[in-house]
């Protein structure tokens, strides 16, 4: 049986663009307020100024809206570091520190990171657009980091960036259920971005290793 490629959502209007930022906007604010379940869809709705219809056109549940909010506070993330980028001269320093500034960031604001990584464990396949997209986001955001050297990345990193990735997520989880301090965040994520260092072997074509620039 052929399968097929989901065709791409249309784009949206500048008229469109606007209400979604305002739909986000309110999400963001109720969370910070109350967490995840002071995101309401009918305050949303009400705070956002759109008909409930509307915003279920847009997000079909809370859920989609968190996962979404999540991705544009990443996206807010990323626009900041190419503005003041990490200065470590190896990559999985600045990986670690790019993660620790994503962390801090949400350690000031526990509600909204709260509300926004139990979307991201609650998610089911209907929101699967919505976590792909976190998901690529970040994995961007940690090609970011490790720098032109990497690029393009070999599956061998790819596989490295989705661990890295996974053990942030972790890492986020069990501090916000208070299973994990500060400090041991911050030695899982230095110690799991010590992989880039061995994941610097391209494969030729013969399937040998040969060294990229990145090497040590």
Do not use: N
């Not at 926004?116 to 976190?134: I, K, P, W």
């Amino acid at each position: 049986m052929t399968t097929h490629p989901k065709p791409s959502p249309p784009r949206l209007t500048a008229r469109q663009e606007a209400r979604r930022r305002r739909i986000l906007r309110a999400s963001t604010r109720l969370a910070r307020r109350g967490g995840f379940e002071a995101v309401q869809m009918r305050e949303v709705a009400e705070l956002s100024q759109v008909a409930l219809g509307t915003l279920y056109r847009y997000f079909p549940s809370k859920v989609h809206l968190l996962v979404a909010t999540m991705h544009d506070q990443l996206q807010r993330m990323r626009d900041s570091l190419h503005t003041d980028p990490p200065a470590q001269s190896d990559a999985a320093a600045r990986v670690a520190e790019t993660l620790m500034r994503a962390f801090r960031a949400m350690r000031r604001e526990p509600q909204l990171a709260d509300a926004m990584v139990r979307a991201l464990t609650f998610a089911d396949r209907s929101a699967g657009a919505e976590v792909d997209a976190v998901s690529r986001l970040t994995t961007a955001i940690i090609l970011d980091a490790m720098g032109p050297e990497y690029a393009p990345p070999t599956p061998r990193q790819l596989s490295v960036v989705r661990v890295i990735e996974h053990t942030w997520h972790s890492a986020l989880t069990t501090w916000l259920s208070g299973r994990a301090s500060i400090t041991q965040v911050r030695v899982d994520i230095e110690t799991v971005c010590t992989l880039i260092d061995h994941a610097s072997d391209r494969v030729d074509g013969d399937g040998g290793a040969t060294e990229t620039a990145g090497a040590r």
